[in-house]
């Protein structure tokens, strides 16, 4: 529900009411120093903030006034920087990936200077991530090439580290052992750990259920029901390498390559092709250039993403960095108003998060990130010669980078419309305030209306445009008045509100991407008509070619295939037909979320992860205000009349 016309919610003035006190008292105990609330999966850690009001003189977090730290939590019980050998402070970067107006750069940046350290960033490749294919890949690491550019202007080195174990290769390049008892030898271990044996691209997911199903509909020659379970496997389990080659699947895999249906056969193969690529990486040999031998952080820098592999990821670093003695911060540098300060919970929908949004929005959308500094110490001649912690490594070589991702699919191709990198992604920004935002509050839901949309999506999922550059852009546009001031409100709406509502809902709910993580209202309504009929059911492969007889539902599904992307109006029609055509809701679900990261530029996200746009079981389909509340049905009549 978007505000009331007239609340100038770009201001604060006319806002929604208060946030209710109880989120003010959650907020005024993450202060104090408890623990920050969240899902099993990203609960945990002290605010900053706290931690600076405990320990006044840890010269590690001396900030200038224009940094606020309650941006940021501490992971590690340790919090004072490592001292002994320590020559660095480290950035791992991760879901952020510019290197302006990144809160978590310019943090690392300020304990680096208040340490009298450099800064050094890395990034770490998995050769898989839920579903990425070459479309999402390529337009990742081309922004990256462009930001290991900036940074190297600014005498930042910038390493590329590989491996499916992140937190492994991080905790490993800021200089620490595996096991704080074991000996400096030992380090070179942590490719063969248990956590590096895990697939990076085999998400938690109910395989045992994927598997009996598999046996079921093999047994019945359902055609169809085969492709579907491949596909659940391929995008759903996880699984170590040793159960990898002790399943009965590969087996079976490679049996049902010889299946009479050639769409069964060729998924079939293309899952024995990636358990291949699984069982390669227990062996196989970094190909990143070694970080300098005398790398050691003095402490750790990161961003955020609630997902649960990056934060198992970020998770598995704490636990290593912490027992050698050096401090995990967590910066959440994509929201404008960070995830654990916006709402102590996972909030109802927009109409609840909003209000409690608003009260701290002028403070954090206000408080403008300046450019990055360049890469020196304070004190040191300007002639001296870097430090080898300071020294530039050879440039990434980032085509061959993306060639080396043997194992992810390469059938969907890259876009032509939207150009990676920050550079292009304010070049969209800039186009979109000059432009396109007049139309944006009454035409953005309006497929035939290509002029008012921001289009500003991969470039905020990629972190190559900071979502605070973006509402402070709109702002500005706004004051133009008339039709420029609705459209900012309207863009402040959606890309902070509704988007901030997504992370919200992800950190707060570890079955984001399940049906178990839906209302009970949802479910229920689900449950109801789990017997009705479903006269126009159609297996993944056609939903996946499009080959329904709806007209209207193919487009968005090609539009999806060719052009990485969908109107953000049709989302909730395209996700609803899949609900109306599969055999049951966990199936379309599954569907979606397969569709969707498979194919859209900015998939795997929080932001396509809760409803309205993947989940049949959405939140935000309660629009009637009396109970019962039910899943609806959507038609192309609503759709003509909306």
């Known amino acids: 529900m978007p505000p009331k016309r007239g609340a ?81 402070v480290v950035y791992w970067m991760s879901r952020d990936q510019r290197a302006e107006d990144n809160w978590a750069m310019l943090m690392a940046r300020e304990s680096a200077k208040s340490l009298q350290l450099p800064l050094v960033v890395c990034f770490n490749l998995v050769p898989h991530f839920l579903g990425a294919t070459l479309r999402q890949f390529g337009f990742m690491l081309r922004g990256l090439s462009e930001t290991e550019a900036s940074l190297r202007a600014k005498h930042v080195p910038f390493y590329l580290l590989r491996g499916a ?63 579907s379970c491949i596909d659940a496997l391929a995008t759903g389990g996880r699984m170590t390498v040793a159960q990898l080659r002790g399943s009965s699947l590969g087996k079976d895999m490679r049996s049902l390559k010889k299946h009479a249906d050639p769409t069964v056969a060729a998924k079939a193969g293309q899952l024995v092709d990636l358990w291949k690529a699984a069982v390669a990486l227990e062996t196989a040999p970094e190909t990143a250039p070694e970080p300098p031998p005398s790398l050691k952080a003095a402490l750790v820098f990161t961003d ?12 598995d670093a704490a636990a290593l960095l912490g ?27 927009a109409r609840t998060l909003r209000p ?109 445009l900071a979502p605070q550059r973006a509402a402070i852009a709109a702002k500005a546009a706004a004051r133009a008045g008339g039709s420029a001031s609705a459209g900012g409100q309207s863009f402040i709406e959606e890309a902070v509100v509704r988007r901030e509502l997504s992370d919200n809902f992800c950190f707060h709910n570890a079955h984001y991407d399940s049906l178990e993580g839906a209302a009970a209202w949802a479910r229920e309504s689900l449950a ?34 060719r052009e990485g992307k969908m109107h953000g109006f049709l989302r909730m029609y395209w996700a ?18 397969h569709l969707n990261d498979k194919y859209s530029l900015d998939g795997r996200d929080p932001n396509g992860t809760p409803p309205p746009f993947k989940s049949p079981a959405t939140l935000c389909d309660s629009f009637c205000r009396v109970p019962p509340y039910r899943l609806r049905r959507l038609h192309v009549e609503h759709l003509r009349r909306a």
């Not at 991080?170 to 248990?194: E, L, N, R, W, Y």
């Not at 109910?206 to 020659?221: D, I, K, Q």
């Not at 955020?304 to 998770?315: D, E, I, K, S």
């Open 528 to 561: 109801l008509h789990a017997a009705d009929e479903r006269p126009f059911a159609r297996g993944a492969a056609d939903l996946e070619a499009a080959q329904t007889y709806d007209d209207l539902w193919n487009a968005c599904q090609l539009q999806l295939v």
């Open 576 to 593: 609803k037909k899949l609900l109306e055509w599969s055999p049951t809701p966990a199936e379309a679900l599954r569907v979606a979320i």
């Open 165 to 227: 174990a992140p937190g492994a290769s991080v905790a490993a390049f800021a200089g620490c052992a595996p096991d704080a008892s074991s000996s400096s030898s030992s380090s070179s271990s942590a490719a063969s750990s248990p956590a590096a044996t895990k697939l990076a691209a085999w998400e938690p997911a109910a395989l045992a259920e994927v598997a009996e199903r598999l046996v079921e509909v093999s047994n019945a020659g359902d055609a169809a029901g085969l492709a």
């Open 304 to 315: 955020m993403a609630p997902l649960r592999l990056p934060m198992q990821w970020v998770r």
């Open 323 to 349: 027992r050698s003695g050096v401090p995990l911060v967590q910066v959440d540098a994509h929201n404008i108003v960070p995830v654990w300060l916006a709402s102590d919970k996972q909030e109802v929908g």
């Open 8 to 88: 100038n919610v770009l201001d604060g003035v006319g806002a929604p009411k208060k946030a209710k006190s109880s989120n003010a008292a959650a907020g005024a105990a993450a202060l104090a120093g408890e623990s920050i609330p969240g899902g099993p999966h990203t609960g945990g850690g002290v605010l900053l903030s706290a931690v600076i009001d405990q320990s006044p003189g840890n010269v590690a977090f001396k900030y200038p006034d224009w940094v606020l730290p309650e941006r940021a939590r501490v992971l590690t019980d340790c919090t004072a920087p490592r001292t002994e050998g320590a020559n660095c």
């Open 356 to 464: 409690k949004i608003h009260a701290q929005l002028p403070r954090f959308l206000a408080n403008m990130p300046p450019p990055l500094e360049p890469n020196t110490v304070p004190g040191a001649e300007p002639d001296a010669e870097p430090s080898a912690a300071a020294a530039l490594p050879e440039p990434t070589d980032w085509v061959s980078a993306l060639a080396s991702l043997g194992g992810i699919d390469r059938s969907v191709g890259e876009v032509g419309w939207a150009a990676p990198g920050a550079v292009a992604g304010a070049a969209v920004l800039a186009a979109f305030c000059e432009h396109r935002i007049k139309a944006y509050d009454e035409k953005r839901n309006d497929p035939n209306e290509l002029g008012a949309a921001s289009n500003l999506s991969p470039w905020l999922h990629f972190g190559q």
